[in-house]
């Protein structure tokens, strides 16, 4: 099997949303009048985004779903992807699984595969991911004013917790590891929330790299500060097995969720909790916006705590 004979058996098939697809040298897509593209990219190298040993299908789903997540962010609707692989060699049961899980994941979301490349390499897996919203909807991360609540989309640290179990930092029990590696392996992009939040949200992200330091970004372009009140922070019922240091760690700075993070006005706030209710969504306000250009950490009583933990960086890391 060579290049040509990989990408025609395993990842061509028509483009819904495209006017024309994989196999020549540029797809072909439309935008509706009012609308702009809202474009983002992803690289994930084995060893540094996933573990050598992860399961192909549910890899394959996995890497289209955090793309997915980002432009869930933006508040946009996806429609179109791109895929480049760099493959050690080819491994056909390896690829069958793979494709599987990305197709699958392409078809829950209604998006089409419309090109990409491969190539011979250490395992890394490129993906650029496209879609549209209404013009000047966009949910962007400079728009955070001084008042404004924080907001997370669901509970936090299971994925961070897989993480240190599968390095050998903690050990989990085998039913929980199996929690905490569904969450870590198969996020849920929420594209319908951030769908909903344009018009609500006043600034917004995904969390990847932890709540503290992804929050960071939002006081960076926003020009302001913010307060996170620890009580309050939503993590996964799995991180009460945890010893407290690591299980702050986990929620706080582990990354690895994938979950929204928004701001908007305190007068949204029931709007904001019926939107939870109606999408199932345990939404929770978590802090507020404040003066300044920094992230504080505050305890039941609202005095600073200490941070003695910081998000994912990928110059940072070693594997």
């Not at 986990?250 to 690895?256: R, W």
Request: net charge negative; with cysteine.
């Amino acid at each position: 099997m060579n290049e040509f004979d990989l990408i025609a058996h395993y990842f061509k098939r028509p483009a819904k949303n495209a006017d024309l697809g994989v196999g020549d040298d540029a797809a072909l897509i439309s935008v509706a009048a009012g609308h702009q593209l809202a474009i983002s990219a992803d690289m994930l190298v084995e060893g540094r985004h996933f573990f050598p040993d992860a399961d192909p299908e549910r890899l394959g789903r996995k890497v289209l779903a955090v793309n997915l997540s980002d432009l869930a962010a933006m508040g946009a609707t996806p429609s179109w992807f791109t895929l480049s692989l760099a493959l050690p060699k080819i491994d056909e049961t390896w690829l069958a699984a793979f494709s599987r899980g990305l197709l699958a994941m392409a078809d829950e979301y209604d998006i089409s595969l419309i090109g990409g490349d491969t190539t011979r390499g250490p395992l890394t897996i490129a993906i650029q991911i496209a879609g549209s919203l209404p013009r000047g909807q966009a949910l962007l991360r400079s728009g955070a004013r001084l008042g404004d609540e924080i907001w997370v989309s669901g509970p936090l640290g299971a994925g961070a917790a897989a993480v240190m179990h599968r390095t050998g930092r903690i050990k989990l029990v085998d039913e929980l590891a199996k929690r905490c590696d569904l969450r870590l392996d198969l996020p849920t992009p929420r594209i319908a929330l951030g769908q909903r939040l344009r018009g609500i949200a006043s600034a917004a992200l995904d969390i990847s790299d932890g709540l503290l330091a992804d929050l960071r970004h939002i006081c960076e372009q926003s020009a302001c500060g913010a307060e996170v009140w620890l009580e309050t922070v939503p993590f996964a019922e799995d991180l009460h097995a945890l010893p407290e240091s690591l299980r702050q760690e986990a929620f706080l700075a582990g990354g690895d969720d994938y979950e929204l993070c928004f701001t908007a006005s305190p007068d949204q706030h029931k709007a904001i909790i019926s939107l939870g209710v109606e999408l199932n969504l345990g939404l929770t306000c978590v802090g507020k916006i404040i003066p300044g250009h920094t992230v504080q950490l505050l305890d039941a009583n609202k005095q600073p705590l200490p941070i003695t933990f910081h998000g994912f960086d990928h110059f940072a890391y070693e594997s």
